[in-house]
């Protein structure tokens, strides 16, 4: 098939600001439904492949494929304010794109990450051509789920998004001009070890001229004003969710499909899907340095594109569905198979307590911590001092640290070295004597203690398999200033104990036979998150001098029965 190509058309935002775009669509025929996707990555050597939908072959599909460099980034103009223009942008760009003589009037959009988010702040624009969205490894909430989670500021992804992904882009406009900075900023690419431990967090000139957003970030740690002007509100049109679960926004696509989910009485697959692979943020091959989920695990094998491009045809075209019936597909991991389920959470979920314990020491993963069903502990508690000017190194997770794009820093790593530090807390089960299934929402929930005012919490969910291998499965924090509400912080009163709650966001994980469960706990996991100074005082701010020790306690006697509370799936085979 012919395709016509336009490149870099000016169109205008209702303040006289135009944004460069470009439409793909067949020579011949039409008018055809058109799909949009505002990016802010450079529509010349990004846009083919960023919302996980091949452009090309969506015009031989027969639609007309729109792609916008978004306000204030590459060939457009105006000023990138992240967040803040895509609402209206948004909706006057699929205004323009529906009243096109090539455009049936119905428009889709597509993207992932932050391109997702411009599907969301648009949609809550309501804008009438908007027929639907598919939204990929996003969220619609800018507080929690993206730049913050369990209260504390998400810093490797920050840095790594900011200096990467937006700062140079930014720099590159105008290279003549920013030459200075530019060579700043290289220099940071190539030591962003250095970056990511600057003190205070805040203190990047350079960083601060280029992308003055990352400061309000940093100054709004508390979920205020700003962020809830920056969130984008549930619209009233079918949405495809899709996540991964070693994705940055696991929880934020999760939650947009819950908060569709909640206005039926029941699951309905043609007005909300969900779609979760074995993906971290930028490495969707379902391949990692140390585990390879199999050759049905990558997105191009699962033919994501053929997936969007069916959900579009039936949602603009009026095309039978030829998507399953089911609302929910996901990965589990373990036996490696994709799954169709009727729900999330899954009906048939039972939340099991294992319950925290020890002999006399849990520190390391040579200690006597266990994790049971059954209550009981010779120990009452455990401690382990977290000292800031000494993090524990982040090993995989839901990460965007450098390396991103093969995973080499994500995704499930094996936790032996951490498990050796003295600051971390190892909780084991006894071997399984049957595999078990984990599948749905995992939370910690703990009674602790510290000397400090002020602390984080950490919980890593692993699996210990027979030759000693630990594979991180999913993990989590809590800032304790937040324990009860990120909109207004509490310092700790030290040496009280206090109940807290640790979201370790989800998963779909099969612990095989003669495996054995393990909860890692600590304080930090740096540079994935910033560090808590142990002060009362702003976390952006913190000198090297304000670093405070403390002693940190997790508490497990009869009384105050900390307990991972894991989501099982019990099935006959």
Not at 118 to 143: F, G, K, M
Not at 203 to 214: E, F, K, M, R, S
Not at 302 to 311: E, F, M, P, Y
Not at 494 to 516: C, K, N, Q, S
Request: hydrophobic fraction near 40%.
């Amino acid at each position: 098939m012919d395709l016509v190509v336009e490149k870099n058309l000016r169109v205008a935002m209702r303040d006289g600001v135009e944004l460069a775009t470009d439409v793909y669509r067949p020579a011949t025929g039409g008018p055809f439904p058109t799909l949009l996707e505002r990016i802010p990555y450079n529509k010349e050597s990004y846009g083919m492949i960023s919302g996980w939908v091949d452009v090309l072959r969506a015009a031989r599909e027969g639609f007309a494929v729109v792609v916008q460099d978004t306000r204030g980034r590459y060939q457009s103009d105006g000023t990138f304010r992240p967040f803040a223009d895509e609402r209206t942008d948004g909706a006057d760009t699929i205004a323009w794109a529906a009243g096109q003589a090539w455009s049936t009037g119905s428009v889709g959009m597509f993207g992932s990450s932050y391109t997702g988010a411009t599907q969301w702040l648009a949609a809550a624009e309501r804008p009438p051509a908007l027929a639907t969205i598919s939204a990929a490894v996003t969220s619609r909430d800018y507080y929690d789920s993206w730049l913050y989670q369990g209260g504390a500021f998400r810093l490797g992804f920050a840095l790594q998004w900011v200096t990467s992904a937006l700062g140079l882009g930014e720099l590159l406009r105008n290279p003549s001009v920013e030459e200075n900075r530019l060579a700043d900023l290289r220099r940071m690419l190539d030591n962003m070890d250095d970056v990511f431990r600057t003190l205070p967090a805040r203190d990047h000139p350079t960083l601060a001229a280029i992308a003055p957003y990352l400061t309000q970030w940093l100054d709004h740690p508390d979920r205020d004003g700003y962020w809830e002007h920056l969130s984008a509100a549930v619209p009233d049109i079918p949405v495809l969710n899709i996540g991964g679960w070693h994705d940055l926004f696991l929880g934020g696509t999760i939650d947009n499909y819950l908060a569709l989910r909640a206005r039926s009485d029941r699951p309905d697959a043609r007005r909300q899907r969900l779609i979760i692979g074995p993906w971290a943020h930028g490495a969707t091959s379902g391949v990692f340095p140390e585990r390879s989920f199999g050759v049905q695990a990558g997105a191009d094998a699962a033919d994501i594109t053929g997936v969007q491009l069916a959900w579009f045809k039936e949602h603009l075209a009026g095309s039978p569905s030829t998507v399953s019936p089911s609302p929910v597909r996901i990965f589990v991991m373990g036996p490696d198979i994709w799954r169709d389920e009727p729900d999330w959470p899954l009906p048939d979920t039972e939340y099991v307590d294992y319950y925290l314990g020890s002999t006399t020491d849990a520190r390391t993963s040579g200690g006597d911590g266990t994790l049971s069903t059954s209550t009981g502990s010779a120990a009452a508690s455990d401690s382990f001092v977290y000292d800031p000017a000494d993090p524990v190194t982040t090993c995989g997770g839901a990460t965007f640290l450098p390396g991103l794009f093969i995973g080499a820093n994500a995704g499930p790593r094996d936790q032996t070295r951490t498990e050796t530090r003295r600051d971390v807390l190892c909780y084991t089960s006894a071997p399984l004597d049957r595999s078990l299934e984990v599948t749905g929402p995992v939370r910690a929930k703990l009674y602790v203690s510290s000397s400090a005012v002020d602390t984080d919490f950490t919980a890593t969910l692993v699996d210990v398999h027979p030759d000693g291998r630990a594979e991180l499965v999913c993990d989590g924090i809590l800032r304790c200033r937040y324990r009860t509400s990120t909109t207004r912080p509490e310092f700790l009163e030290p040496g009280a104990v206090y109940e807290i709650d640790i979201d370790l966001v989800a998963t779909a994980y099969m612990f095989g036979a003669g495996h054995r469960l393990r909860l890692d706990i600590s304080s930090s996991n740096f540079p994935k998150y910033d560090r808590n100074p142990n002060a009362a005082i702003p976390v952006a701010d913190a000198r090297r001098e304000d670093l405070v020790v403390a002693t940190n306690t997790v508490w497990h006697d009869d009384t105050r029965l900390s307990r991972l509370v894991l989501p099982i799936v019990r099935r006959s085979a």
